[in-house]
C-alpha cells in the first residue's frame, strides 16, 4: 500500500489554482476491511488541499470476483465501489474560510 506523506503529495501537484484527482478503492486482506481511501483523503487535506468532489463509482465488471462468489457461502459481502476524488489546491492568499468543510478540520 502507498505511504501518502504530505512531501509526497505536494511532488504530485504543487501548481495553486490546479485540480488533481484519484481513483482508488478500499480493499480486504483475511476476510477484514482496510479503509484505503478515508487515509488517503485525509493526507490529501492534511496536505492542504480542498476536496472538491467526491464521485462514487460503481463496480460493474467483478467477472473473476463475481464467478468465485456465487454459490459459496463467504461471511463478509463484496466491495463494489470506488471513489473518484477530486482535489483543489487553493491559490496563495486565497480567502478559503468558505470551504473549510472541505478541508482539514482537525
Known amino acids: 500500500m502507498m505511504h501518502c506523506r504530505k512531501k509526497n503529495i505536494d511532488h504530485l501537484i504543487s501548481h495553486p489554482g490546479k485540480h488533481c484527482a484519484i481513483l482508488m478503492g478500499d480493499t ?3 476476510k477484514h476491511f482496510v479503509p484505503i481511501t478515508p487515509r488517503v483523503l485525509m493526507s490529501f487535506l492534511e496536505a492542504g488541499f480542498i476536496l ?3 464521485i ?3 463496480q460493474w465488471k467483478m467477472k473473476s470476483t463475481r464467478e468465485k462468489w456465487f454459490g459459496k457461502k463467504y461471511d463478509f459481502y463484496l466491495i463494489g465501489h470506488e471513489h473518484l476524488y477530486v482535489f483543489r489546491k487553493p491559490e496563495a492568499g486565497e480567502r478559503v ?3 473549510r468543510e472541505s478541508m ?3
Open 28 to 30: 480486504r486482506r483475511s
Open 52 to 54: 472538491r468532489e467526491d
Open 56 to 58: 462514487i463509482k460503481l
Open 97 to 99: 474560510t468558505r470551504f
Open 104 to 106: 482539514k478540520w482537525w
